[in-house]
């Protein structure tokens, strides 16, 4: 069963109470606040040794005003108490080494495996706190890197169609003629194809709508460049869905690293050299399939606790809240 916090000002409509005035008391009297024994270095770290587990995820989040936390969470918790290993602020690795280190070796050794992004301060959080752990570099950030290089070349053109059309409409006005722009099939106009397309290039081909294959066969047909981006993204994609041997999947990805040399467009090149440089820590996925979704999902409980108080204004209070939640 999943964990759902509440706040004291969703009890207002139900037992006609004041809702900030409960939650002050709750502050107060009704727990153990005052005398919580994280409190005195809360707003810089919490750590809670006892929630350790074979299988982690590390991960960062935003908790207000753009405050970023180095977040470390057990895998086997799912979500719910004892999800929270550590909360650090900041993603310094030397910081964020210094607090883990508090948790003694003889723990720390028993982690068989945690799941990451790319960052190098990430990575080397991990090499040096947990010594005996697999690295596992999150399938859906490579993932993402592969879809922002081709979002970034349907906002190429789309750029260029908001160009030609701007100096179109300024002849057509020199001209004294009214601007008539060109429509294309399925009734869009080139720079509405472009905007259009957005989320069907996110989605495999047989998601696609009916509506959503007709803009696609268009926009490839105007711009093979989009489509071969859009290819070299989807193989990358069944490379991780398709395959469970790495030693298959290592074979796939030289054979997508040839592919990318092939198209040439500078965005795909740099993933190409990014994937390279972390290609044991990304393979490293075949062995469980493991993704850093449940860090994810831990992310999306605190923004949505955090949306439900309406804002934090008290952070030292709020950490007390998680860490009674989920710690």
């Given at each position: 069963?999943?964990?759902?916090?509440?706040?004291?000002?969703?009890?207002?409509?139900?037992?006609?109470?004041?809702?900030?005035?409960?939650?002050?008391?709750?502050?107060?009297?009704?727990?153990?606040?005052?005398?919580?024994?994280?409190?005195?270095?809360?707003?810089?770290?919490?750590?809670?040794?006892?929630?350790?587990?074979?299988?982690?995820?590390?991960?960062?989040?935003?908790?207000?005003?753009?405050?970023?936390?180095?977040?470390?969470?057990?895998k086997k918790a799912k979500g719910q108490k004892g999800t929270l290993i550590a909360m650090i602020n900041g993603t310094s690795s030397?910081?964020?080494?210094?607090?883990?280190?508090?948790?003694?070796?003889?723990?720390?050794k028993k982690v068989k495996e945690v799941t990451l992004d790319m960052a190098h301060s990430m990575n080397?959080?991990?090499?040096?706190?947990?010594?005996?752990?697999?690295?596992?570099?999150?399938?859906?950030?490579?993932?993402?890197?592969?879809?922002?290089?081709?979002?970034?070349?349907?906002?190429?053109?789309?750029?260029?169609?908001?160009?030609?059309?701007?100096?179109?409409?300024?002849?057509?006005?020199?001209?004294?003629?009214?601007?008539?722009?060109?429509?294309?099939?399925?009734?869009?106009?080139?720079?509405?194809?472009?905007?259009?397309?957005?989320?069907?290039?996110?989605?495999?081909?047989?998601?696609?709508?009916?509506?959503?294959?007709?803009?696609?066969?268009?926009?490839?047909?105007?711009?093979?460049?989009?489509?071969?981006?859009?290819?070299?993204?989807?193989?990358?994609?069944?490379?991780?869905?398709?395959?469970?041997?790495?030693?298959?999947?290592?074979?796939?990805?030289?054979?997508?690293?040839?592919?990318?040399?092939?198209?040439?467009?500078?965005?795909?090149?740099?993933?190409?050299?990014?994937?390279?440089?972390?290609?044991?820590?990304?393979?490293?996925?075949?062995?469980?399939?493991?993704?850093?979704?449940?860090?994810?999902?831990?992310?999306?409980?605190?923004?949505?606790?955090?949306?439900?108080?309406?804002?934090?204004?008290?952070?030292?209070?709020?950490?007390?809240?998680?860490?009674?939640?989920?710690?």
């Open positions: 069963m999943d964990t759902f916090p509440i706040s004291s000002r969703s009890l207002e409509k139900h037992y006609h109470i004041n809702g900030d005035h409960f939650g002050q008391q709750y502050k107060d009297h009704l727990s153990d606040f005052h005398s919580w024994e994280q409190a005195t270095h809360a707003r810089q770290w919490m750590l809670f040794p006892n929630n350790i587990g074979e299988y982690l995820s590390i991960d960062e989040t935003a908790l207000s005003n753009g405050e970023l936390y180095t977040i470390v969470t057990n030397d910081k964020v080494i210094e607090v883990l280190k508090k948790i003694p070796l003889s723990k720390r080397k959080i991990v090499r040096e706190c947990f010594p005996k752990a697999s690295h596992v570099i999150d399938r859906f950030h490579v993932q993402k890197l592969a879809n922002d290089a081709l979002q970034e070349i349907r906002i190429k053109y789309r750029w260029e169609a908001l160009d030609q059309e701007a100096q179109a409409i300024k002849q057509a006005r020199y001209n004294n003629k009214p601007f008539e722009p060109t429509i294309l099939a399925n009734g869009d106009t080139v720079k509405q194809l472009l905007a259009r397309s957005r989320y069907l290039l996110f989605k495999s081909s047989e998601k696609w709508s009916d509506k959503q294959k007709e803009r696609a066969k268009i926009l490839f047909a105007q711009y093979p460049e989009i489509k071969e981006a859009y290819t070299l993204t989807h193989s990358l994609r069944m490379i991780f869905t398709l395959n469970s041997d790495k030693n298959v999947a290592l074979t796939k990805l030289a054979q997508w690293y040839d592919k990318i040399e092939k198209f040439g467009a500078s965005s795909f090149q740099s993933i190409m050299n990014t994937v390279h440089t972390h290609y044991r820590e990304i393979l490293n996925y075949f062995d469980n399939r493991s993704t850093n979704a449940s860090a994810e999902s831990f992310n999306a409980k605190l923004k949505a606790f955090r949306a439900k108080l309406r804002g934090v204004t008290d952070i030292k209070f709020f950490l007390y809240r998680v860490a009674k939640i989920w710690a």
